[in-house]
């Protein structure tokens, strides 16, 4: 069945776009991430444009995350002090993103920036992820014990002025890193149409020491203000956001979210880790492919002074 | 097209007539009717592109001395002009970027030209250039430093242009789009793809006779967007702020209804 998708002006198949949010929202529930480094991309190569589907992406993200914030919050697992710092930040790099968003659009470097970010930031967290997958698996193989992190431990990081303790995390750390993080996943979040999640849950165990048990609830809070933020900025400033569009990958989304974390929950932690790292890795090359291959057409059009 | 529909669109031609028919050259003795099939055309959820069919007929004076070759018929269908930007891209430092680009200022997003034969067995290059018959005769201007003007038809952007319209069915020329059901009753398909903005679509039917332009007569439809798509699509422009802002309550409902639905504890 085809449907017409009014702001990013072309026919989808439905049960397509649909199966398409199932399958993300799978695997978003199985690494507990909002998905957003993979349905960018694949709204790119079903079609449509990338500006409108980092843009829809954003409200896609959105919702799952907060269905994801929500079954954390009732678990308490999460520190709502420390969402609202990271917040603090969060907004404003939003905002900042939104903004070079709007000024790249119109110099018409838009497309190549996305695609960079993706070769750069997948790429290098990707490789570091299977790197570290990989020794994990193979020192479980070895019979050696898992290197433990140790909470206590500190960093230049802990040396920073302004410190706060964060009671649910029993973490006592300066509020600059906390803010900056916040900014990082916000600006990167508006520009590229991902939440972040595997970005953010690694920054926030490696710098901060924030206790796994209410990592991923906290940065599901931030995604989800980050990501509802850039919708309503990408929506009043470039009149990007497709509303029929990002409706149907949500609900195909959260629907699959839910058999994916009962499947991710039979695996085993670094083997998952390591598969997410593969995934990451292989959307980074998938991008770098596209930049470096010669483009079957040089030439490009686009509208001026439209919302497309 | 059934018999009785037919009789019934002719019926409509002799109607219409007096309305649409305009006289090119008032020497001539001919004179072109048309019309087209629908002159709204609403774009719904599952609007994948239309086809119109434009038809009229040639009417003859009862003085009118027999012309010694055929009567030939060229459509052209005009979109809502707009402006563009081509960009071409290069190599730097190993990746592709957009590198130069024009700008193409107030176009035809829209520009099908239809005819009963080739153009060139019409009429000769010269007429068909002053009558703006086909793709590389119709004015496409670009953006040139502080002037506007249109290039040669072998220019690089030009061509680049024409051909991405092209290939998104935008652009097209159909040498034997229009066809003479009887020596004066003629039809024509007009395929508008989805992809075709909404606006006014003008169509402008001339009649070639002997190598040269005897008669002409305009047409036009619009094209609309109804229902949810209109009501979405506008309020997206219009009340960006507003637009934005429900279409992050709907994330979070959706969100909320989800951990409802497939609350497990």
């Known amino acids: ?308 | 097209m059934s018999g009785t529909s037919m009789r019934r669109n002719l019926f409509a031609c002799a109607l219409l007539a007096p309305l649409s028919a305009s006289w090119a050259l008032p020497a001539s003795a001919e004179r072109l009717v048309s019309s087209l099939s629908s002159h709204i055309v609403q774009i719904t959820s599952n609007f994948t592109g239309v086809e119109l069919v434009l038809f009229g007929t040639v009417e003859n004076d009862q003085a009118t001395v027999p012309r010694k070759g055929p009567y030939d018929i060229v459509a052209t269908v005009i979109g809502p002009r707009q402006s563009l930007v081509t960009r071409r891209k290069e190599r730097m430092f190993g990746i592709w970027v957009n590198a130069e680009s024009r700008s193409f200022v107030e176009v035809p997003s829209y520009l099908a030209v239809l005819a009963t034969r080739p153009f060139e067995a019409i009429a000769d290059a010269e007429t068909l250039r002053r009558q703006q018959i086909g793709i590389a005769d119709t004015s496409l201007p670009q953006q040139i430093g502080p002037d506007v003007a249109d290039v040669v038809p072998n220019d690089a952007f030009r061509q680049a242009f024409v051909r991405l319209k092209r290939n998104r069915s935008l652009y097209d020329e159909i040498p034997n789009g229009v066809t003479f059901l009887t020596p004066t009753l003629y039809r024509a398909s007009i395929f508008v793809p989805a992809e075709a903005p909404i606006g006014n679509y003008e169509v402008d039917v001339k009649l070639f006779a002997d190598g040269a332009a005897i008669a002409r007569t305009t047409s036009a439809f619009e094209i609309v967007t109804v229902g949810f798509e209109r009501f979405i699509a506008g309020a997206a422009v219009d009340h960006g702020l507003l637009y934005g802002l429900a279409t992050a309550m709907m994330a979070v409902m959706t969100g909320w209804f989800a951990s409802i639905i497939f609350r497990r504890d």
């Open chain 1, 1 to 308: 069945m085809e449907i017409y998708l009014p702001i990013a002006d072309l026919p989808v198949n439905v049960f397509l776009v649909f199966a398409m949010g199932l399958a993300v929202g799978f695997i978003s529930g199985m690494f507990g991430i909002g998905g957003g480094f993979l349905m960018t991309p694949l709204l790119i190569f079903l079609g449509i444009s990338p500006a409108v589907a980092v843009a829809t992406v954003s409200t896609h993200i959105a919702a799952s995350s907060f269905s994801g914030a929500i079954a954390y919050w009732r678990r308490r697992a999460l520190d709502l002090a420390l969402a609202l710092m990271l917040l603090a930040g969060g907004i404003v790099g939003t905002g900042s993103g939104v903004w070079l968003f709007t000024a790249l659009r119109g110099l018409g470097q838009l497309d190549i920036t996305i695609g960079l970010s993706y070769v750069l930031l997948l790429g290098s967290v990707g490789a570091m992820m299977v790197t570290e997958g990989v020794g994990a698996i193979l020192r479980a193989r070895q019979g050696k014990p898992v290197e433990l992190r140790r909470p206590g431990s500190h960093t230049w990081v802990h040396g920073l002025p302004l410190k706060v303790r964060f009671k649910q995390s029993k973490i006592y750390v300066s509020a600059i890193p906390v803010c900056a993080i916040g900014f990082i996943m916000g600006f990167i979040g508006a520009i590229m149409g991902i939440g972040g999640g595997f970005l953010l849950v690694p920054m926030l165990i490696y710098f901060l020491r924030v206790p796994t048990n209410v990592v991923i609830g906290t940065s599901m809070v931030l995604t989800l203000v980050t990501m509802a933020s850039a919708t309503i900025l990408h929506a009043a400033t470039n009149h990007l956001v497709d509303a029929v569009l990002a409706l149907i990958l949500m609900v195909g989304g959260v629907t699959g979210a839910q058999f994916g974390a009962r499947a991710g929950q039979k695996m085993r932690g670094e083997r998952l880790r390591l598969l997410l790292g593969i995934l990451v890795l292989a959307v980074g090359l998938r991008f770098a492919y596209d930049l470096i291959v010669a483009p079957d057409d040089l030439y490009t059009i686009r509208a001026i002074g439209e919302s497309r």
